[in-house]
């Protein structure tokens, strides 16, 4: 079950049309207010966190999960 914050920065992921192994950057304000859910996610295998600062890809399980979350 994904939290509320979780399910809003996957939403970001499908905003931008974001499939598996795409990497979105996060910077600034949108990075500080997504870090804990960002963090989360990378937890749960959702995404990897990338070598560039704010930068993370989707999983395939990522990928799954942010398609059935209505956020």
């Known amino acids: 079950m994904l939290t509320p914050s979780e399910k809003k920065a996957l939403h970001t992921f499908r905003q931008y049309l974001i499939t598996p192994g795409q990497m979105l950057c996060f910077y600034g304000p949108d990075l500080e207010k997504h870090k804990s859910a960002l963090q989360?996610?990378?937890?749960?295998?959702?995404?990897?966190?990338?070598?560039?600062?704010g930068a993370y890809s989707l999983t395939h399980a990522g990928f799954a999960a942010m398609k059935t979350c209505d956020a």
């Open 40 to 53: 989360q996610l990378t937890e749960k295998d959702f995404l990897v966190k990338e070598n560039f600062n």
